[in-house]
C-alpha cells in the first residue's frame, strides 16, 4: 500500500532530521505538514477499505475525512476517539504552521506534531494488518 | 450565544488559570473557526483539558481549528 510506505518513509525521515540536530524553521514546517498528509494519506486508505471513494470528494475534503473516520470508525469501535483526535489535531497545526508565516515554529511542534502522528498511524497500520 | 462566544466559553472553563491568549485567526482551510490558544504554563492534567476542549467544541457541531501552545515570550530560551 503507498499510503503505508509513504507514512513510514515520512515517519523515517523525520525522525533523520531530528537526529541530525536540523534546528531550521523551514524544515521545522515541512516535517509538519508532511506528517500531517502522510497521516491523511493512511486516513483516507482506511476509506477505501471501508468502501467510500475519497477521491471524488470536492471541497472540505480534510474535515469529510475525520468524519467519515468517526462514522465507519470511532463509532464501530475500531479506531480509538485519541487517535482520531491525533489526525484532528495534527490537521490543525499543519494549517496554523502553513499560514501563519509570522509566528515562530518550535522543535516543540515539531515533537507534538511526531506524537499526533504515531498516535494515529499506529492504530491505522494495525487496522490495515501492517507491523 | 453566537460560535465564537459559545468556543471563547468553552477554553476559558477549561484552561482556567493557565489561559494568556485566545486569539481568533483564519479560517485557513475552510474551517468554520480558527482559534489559538496561548499557555502560559502547562499544566499536569494538559492531555485531558485539550481532548475536552476538543469534544466539547466539536458536539458544538461546527468545523474549527483549535492550536494550543506555550506563549512564546513566556517559553525560557
Not at chain 1, 2 to 16: C, G, I, M, N, S
Not at chain 1, 81 to 109: I, K, M, P, Q
Not at chain 2, 3 to 32: C, H, M, R
Amino acid at each position: 500500500m503507498p499510503e503505508v510506505e509513504y507514512a513510514k518513509q515520512t515517519q523515517r525521515f523525520v525522525q533523520l532530521l531530528l537526529d541530525l540536530g536540523v534546528t531550521n524553521p523551514w524544515f521545522y514546517r515541512m516535517m509538519i505538514g508532511r506528517l500531517y498528509y502522510a497521516a491523511h494519506h493512511l486516513a483516507r486508505r482506511l476509506l477505501v477499505e471501508a468502501g467510500l471513494q475519497p477521491d471524488q470528494w470536492r471541497g472540505a475534503v480534510h474535515r469529510q475525512t475525520i468524519d467519515g473516520l468517526q462514522t465507519h470508525y470511532v463509532t464501530t469501535g475500531r479506531l480509538t476517539t485519541s487517535a482520531l483526535d491525533g489526525l484532528d489535531e495534527l490537521r490543525d497545526l499543519r494549517n496554523r504552521v502553513d499560514y501563519r508565516l509570522d509566528c515562530a515554529v518550535r522543535l516543540r511542534n515539531v515533537n507534538c506534531a511526531l506524537t499526533l502522528f504515531h498516535r494515529f498511524a499506529r492504530e491505522t497500520w494495525a487496522i490495515l494488518g501492517v507491523s | 450565544m453566537d460560535l465564537k462566544q459559545a468556543v471563547s466559553q468553552i477554553i476559558n472553563e477549561e484552561w482556567d488559570g493557565a489561559l494568556e491568549e485566545l486569539t481568533f485567526e483564519g479560517p485557513y482551510e475552510g474551517e468554520d473557526l480558527f482559534v489559538f490558544v496561548g499557555l502560559r504554563h502547562e499544566p499536569q492534567d494538559f492531555e485531558e483539558r485539550n481532548a475536552r476542549m476538543r469534544h466539547r467544541v466539536r458536539d458544538l457541531g461546527y468545523d474549527v481549528g483549535m492550536v494550543v501552545d506555550l506563549v512564546d515570550d513566556l517559553v525560557p530560551a
